[in-house]
């Protein structure tokens, strides 16, 4: 006869009965993360009661207890130990590990073994292999000499304790013992299949999916001043952003299907196709985690690089880093520090140094990391999250500023926010604007915005997800503005480039060090050549000129110069 359990035996036995698989005959665990947890016979749920009561009793999904589910490497057999177990109210591994000690004190103040308990009380995740995506949670038990009188010692000691009591009563050592549901929705656990077929040994875990769009990654790290991810350089990505929402540099792009990853991109930047490129098998995941500040809210994510369960090879997975990060990326070369982590079903995590900068971490050593390997998303809405253009230059009661975004993104209220193309700045720095009548504005657009006022609430940009509205290829030809995603990569060129000034005028700005990400300026010689081909262009030869001056041979859509005029094509 199955005998229920309560109290402590309750909570010890929620500890092996936790997680599933995604398909039949796979071996692959599913990612770790927050999940409802449901039995397959009764189709109810885990409900935390309270620190060291649980049953398998709710009715539906919302009265079922969140629960976070971590392990670490999986074995040969696709096996893994859960190393985290949590919900809130209580954190049932750190239980177990209690229970384990008193038992070790016992022992080892009668002088007998202890080694056993290792194993004894460790919780294996095993799939099942069926298609329904469910799972085992077992517990094995060596062989151990001397159980009976190992036994009655523990059960003396444990007087009362009906937990103790249920789990060494039933323990038969050489064994794997499964976890089920029992009669009255209490825990039990069994040596073999249980009764309904087994169904009443195995679980499904509910996942809430992860929602894509446009977001901000910020650190979970309670202690940086500077919390929010953004790339500024070429080659790297950094943490040193106070507050993101004048910054173009911190807007991302996620795309997700559960979540696995299809896309996470930022400034030409994209991850995801790292997975792609490393084969079959390999996929990107923004696994939910908790965070050490708020022990059990669970609003924080890592995100990994799963690789493949068998023949994981590192020089396919560094070729693939070197084709998609590049070769002298900051993440290619923590790759090739660590290229002895690259193995079949190894997991890599995308975290942060305490000095900002991303690198990468494993399985044996994400933990050190803290909450410094977490992230949290903040979508970009219009109430929370917001994206809007800092304007600082003034001319005639309006405020303006360029912008030169590596995404796409509406202007959301016309009557605040007027996008300008430049299509000339003459020699005095003047420039010649054309309003921009669509407030759909393509990625990679430099366009001059103009505000009514320097209140961001009123001049937010929400970011679209339509890639190119029509007109976008005759738009980015009609610029006379070009622009660059990053800091540092026209620096030795300031001194040709033509900035905003105040005024609403363009010069060269000789205080700058270099031209900021994701600002937009005129070259000199471009305001140069467009005035002398307006004014010196020769005149009826029928010679078509770009607004750089130069001579075009075979013209697409778009303004150009004929006979010293402009023209449209």
């Known amino acids: 006869m199955r005998t229920k359990l309560s109290f402590l035996s309750t909570l010890l036995a929620l500890c092996m009965g936790t997680m599933t698989l995604c398909a039949a005959g796979i071996t692959r665990l599913p990612d770790q993360g927050v999940y409802k947890i449901k039995n397959v016979y009764s189709g109810t749920y885990v409900k935390l009661q309270h620190d060291y009561l649980a049953d398998i009793t709710a ?59 290792e194993e004894m009380f460790q919780l294996h995740l095993v799939p099942t292999g069926d298609a329904d995506g469910s799972v085992f949670l077992c517990v094995d038990v060596p062989a151990i000499d001397n159980w009976d009188e190992i036994k009655a010692i523990i059960l003396e000691a444990a007087g009362g304790q009906t937990a103790i009591n249920y789990y060494i009563t039933h323990m038969v050592p050489g064994n794997r013992h499964y976890m089920g549901i029992d009669y009255d929705g209490s825990f039990g656990y069994r040596l073999q299949a249980g009764t309904e077929e087994g169904t009443d040994i195995k679980f499904l875990m509910e996942r809430e999916d992860l929602q894509g769009g446009y977001c901000y990654v910020k650190t979970a790290s309670t202690t940086s001043q500077t919390p929010y991810l953004r790339r500024v350089h070429s080659l790297r990505s950094t943490i040193d952003l106070a507050s993101p929402h004048n910054d173009a540099s911190a807007v991302f792009e996620l795309g997700v299907e559960g979540i696995q990853v299809n896309k996470l991109a930022v400034q030409g930047l994209d991850l995801a196709p790292l997975a792609t490129a490393i084969g079959e098998g390999a996929y990107l995941a923004l696994c939910p985690t908790n965070t050490v500040a708020g022990k059990f809210v669970y609003n924080s994510v890592v995100l990994k690089l799963q690789l493949p369960d068998e023949n994981v090879s590192a020089d396919a997975v560094l070729a693939a880093a070197a084709q998609t990060l590049g070769e002298d990326s900051e993440l290619y070369a923590a790759l090739v520090a660590h290229s002895d982590w690259i193995t079949d079903r190894a997991a890599l995590y995308f975290v942060h140094d305490n000095d900002g900068d991303v690198t990468i971490a494993s399985d044996a050593n994400f ?159 471009t305001a140069t050549a467009i005035t002398t081909v307006d004014a010196d262009a020769q005149q009826g030869d029928n010679t078509l000129y770009d607004l750089m001056g130069r001579k075009v041979i075979n013209p697409t859509h778009g303004i150009y110069i004929l006979n010293g005029k402009k023209v449209v094509r």
């Open 59 to 117: 009715q539906t999904p919302e009265e079922a207890s969140d629960l976070l589910v971590w392990y670490g490497e999986r074995d040969a057999n696709g096996e893994a130990l859960l190393t985290n177990l949590s919900g809130d109210g209580g954190d049932m591994i750190e239980t177990l590990e209690f229970i384990k000690g008193l038992i070790k004190e016992v022992l080892e103040y009668n002088n007998q073994p202890t080694w056993f308990l």
């Open 367 to 525: 933990a050190e990391y803290g909450d410094l390997a977490k992230w949290q998303l903040e979508m970009i809405d219009t109430e929370d999250n917001y994206f809007a253009p800092e304007a600082t230059v003034e001319a005639d009661g309006k405020y303006y500023t360029t912008l030169y975004a590596a995404f796409p993104y509406t202007i959301v209220n016309p009557n605040n926010v007027v996008a300008y193309l430049v299509t000339r700045v003459d020699s005095e720095g003047i420039p010649e604007l054309q309003p921009i009548t669509d407030t759909m504005i393509p990625a990679g657009s430099a366009v001059l915005l103009e505000c009514a006022t320097q209140t961001d609430a009123d001049n937010l940009l929400m970011p679209a997800t339509v890639a190119t509205p029509a007109g976008a290829p005759r738009m980015a030809m009609a610029s006379a503005l070009k622009g660059t995603y990053f800091d540092d990569d026209t620096a030795n060129d300031k001194l040709n480039m033509l900035t905003l000034q105040q005024g609403l005028t363009f010069a060269v700005d000789n205080t700058l060090d270099y031209m900021p990400a994701n600002k937009a300026w005129a070259q000199k010689e």
